[in-house]
């Protein structure tokens, strides 16, 4: 010894890396073998969609033994997922400029209205050719093609629910940001995007449901002479359906409702109860609900809080960046004439542009179409019409007080939930057995009774909207109602239902678009060799599509896009104003 100080073990770097090895437990364990178990699964997966694509005309059915069920239902999440992913950049980028920037929500609005109610055989005849075209010979186009088609059915509302979480800011926080000097990004992240989360979440759950009503489409694709079958439950049920297997149908169904209680509890469940933080107030909902046992076994571990500790301090650092100019009080007088020049060239551009785009769309139809066709169409979409608005005031009557009383009361709130996800996920083409024998056993009248099928799926738009603003309802405001005894009538007419309008359009913004998509399914409907059509839009677009009219389908899509944008200008719009004007708590 050379020193008269006693030796000491070398431990090298204890700090960095023993720490972390002596927290990591049975549940970090357990949790890291899941992780790596999905990984593989999706890999394998994702290794199909480099296989060749056999010929389109040419595909083996699918086989309905139970047994594949399982494969065929990992394959639809994955598709679901993956859509979902992208229905959320697509979400973040497409609200905030619409609820940031007024010359562009004045346009971006009423297209993603438009687009929402485009049926997905309108965007299914032209996408599946170019992303077959874009990956030729291989599963990859297929399979985005029928990513696109699912992302088509959640997109839309997700951006609709965060644009109205965006616009719903209170007064008071706008201006707390402005004194605090928070520059633009860091006011978005640090103020907008947490305003916006309780609705964003509420709206990817519902979106994520609604997606399965497509996945039919998404999966078995038919356009032409064009005839791809993937993998999955989608067209598990198409081929179920075509056969008339009773037993295969009910095996799908059963298998769906395990995977969506499965993603609720690993996935929406959790991500609801962080949602509740970033409620303006304490809410009854959240103080109420037990705690998911997801986030309870997470807590249980070691090694995964410090990964979430250093994603979350990273994060922070990431919201706090000094980007964009910082707020400052505005001034009225030179910059108030700017903005109303700008907004005035603005216009004068989008004119010139429409002008131009009508000229061109009027010498194609001169030349493409004859005036009768024009008129049948004219009709044709004034018939679907009739039923959205019918279907439309039928849902908002039965479930406007049903949401309500489900959502002030939070423990039928929290049941209600998944109840509702079950319900707007189950595909409406399940109930085609049942119609189509009733129909041709009473000698019923298909453009009736065939209706009802429109709404089954979009009217849980209005329940989950509708739900979602009562639970996020100011208590203080229902207090001020109890203290001062306003009951019956005057309650709806002076307390709540004011409250709920922004929520109940938005939820009927995205009913209504869905009614308009489902339009394409209920008003031509197949069971084995029967097949019934109603008189409509959504039938003439159907029929195109299988008879491969490009130009039909085109016409018809044109003639829904016209109906949805005069409906926009005349009704949703000023309805969306005033509720915001004069119907927002602020």
């Not at 030796?7 to 023993?18: K, L």
């Not at 107030?281 to 109420?288: I, K, P, T, V, Y």
């Not at 002076?494 to 339009?519: D, E």
């Amino acid at each position: 010894m050379t020193s008269g100080r006693p030796e000491v073990p070398f431990r090298p770097q204890a700090s960095s890396y023993a720490l972390p090895l002596r927290q990591f437990n049975g549940v970090d364990a357990f949790l890291l073998v899941c992780v790596v178990g999905v990984a593989v699964l999706v890999g394998n997966s994702l290794g199909h969609m480099l296989t060749p694509l056999s010929a389109p005309n040419n595909v083996a059915p699918l086989n309905l033994d139970l047994f594949n069920l399982p494969g065929y239902a990992f394959r639809t999440t994955l598709r679901m997922f993956a859509a979902l992913v992208a229905a959320l950049a697509f979400t973040f980028c497409y609200a905030t400029l619409a609820a940031k920037n007024r010359l562009a929500g004045q346009i971006l609005i009423p297209l993603l209205d438009v687009l929402q109610s485009v049926p997905i055989l309108g965007f299914l005849a032209f996408t599946v050719t170019f992303f077959l075209g874009l990956f030729p010979g291989r599963v990859l186009g297929a399979e985005l093609a029928a990513i696109f088609t699912i992302f088509t059915s959640q997109a839309w509302n997700m951006a609709f629910g965060m644009f109205q979480g965006l616009r719903s800011v209170p007064t008071e926080l706008e201006e707390a940001a402005q004194c605090y000097g928070l520059t633009g990004w860091q006011k978005f992240w640090r103020l907008e995007v947490p305003c916006a989360i309780p609705s964003l979440v509420w709206n990817s759950m519902i979106s994520m449901s609604s997606g399965w009503f497509m996945v039919v489409y998404s999966e078995a694709i038919t356009v032409g002479h064009t005839r791809i079958m993937l993998p999955g439950i989608g067209s598990y049920v198409g081929v179920a359906i075509s056969e008339q297997n009773i037993t295969a149908i009910m095996a799908a169904v059963a298998a769906m409702l395990v995977v969506i209680l499965a993603y609720d509890q690993i996935l929406f469940r959790p991500l609801v109860a962080w949602s509740a933080r970033f409620r303006l107030e304490a809410s009854e909902l959240s103080e109420g609900a037990p705690e998911p046992w997801v986030l309870r076994l997470l807590r249980h571990t070691r090694f995964l809080n410090i990964i979430s500790e250093s994603v979350l301090r990273g994060a922070r650092k990431f919201a706090s960046l000094p980007l964009g100019r910082r707020f400052a009080p505005l001034r009225v007088g030179h910059s108030g004439k700017q903005s109303k020049t700008r907004m005035w060239v603005w216009r004068g551009f989008a004119a010139l542009c429409f002008i131009a785009a009508l000229e061109q769309a009027v010498m194609y139809a001169a030349t493409s179409y004859t005036f009768h066709q024009l008129l049948q169409v004219g009709l044709l979409g004034g018939m679907t019409l009739l039923r959205v608005i019918s279907m439309l005031v039928l849902a908002s009557i039965l479930w406007v007080p049903v949401g309500i009383w489900l959502g002030l009361n939070p423990s039928r709130a929290r049941r209600a939930q998944l109840i509702v996800q079950y319900c707007a996920a189950f595909p409406a083409n399940l109930f085609y057995p049942i119609f189509v024998w009733g129909i041709v056993h009473f000698q019923l009248v298909p453009d009736i009774w065939l209706t009802p099928l429109m709404i089954l799926g979009a009217q849980w738009y209005i329940l989950f909207n509708i739900i979602n603003g009562a639970s996020l309802f100011p208590g203080a405001l229902l207090e001020v109602g109890r203290n001062f005894n306003v009951r019956g009538f005057l309650w709806w007419r002076k307390i709540i239902l004011p409250g709920l309008v922004p929520y109940y359009l938005t939820g009927l913004l995205a009913a209504s678009g869905g009614a308009w998509n489902a339009s394409i399914a209920s008003e031509m409907v197949q069971w084995g060799s029967v097949t019934l059509r109603a008189h409509g839009l959504g039938a003439y677009i159907a029929q195109a599509t299988i008879d491969g009219s490009t130009s039909q389908v085109a016409l018809g899509v044109v003639m829904m896009s016209m109906i949805v944008i005069f409906m926009n200008i005349f009704v949703w719009r000023p309805l969306s104003d005033y509720a915001y004007r004069r119907l927002k708590f602020s």
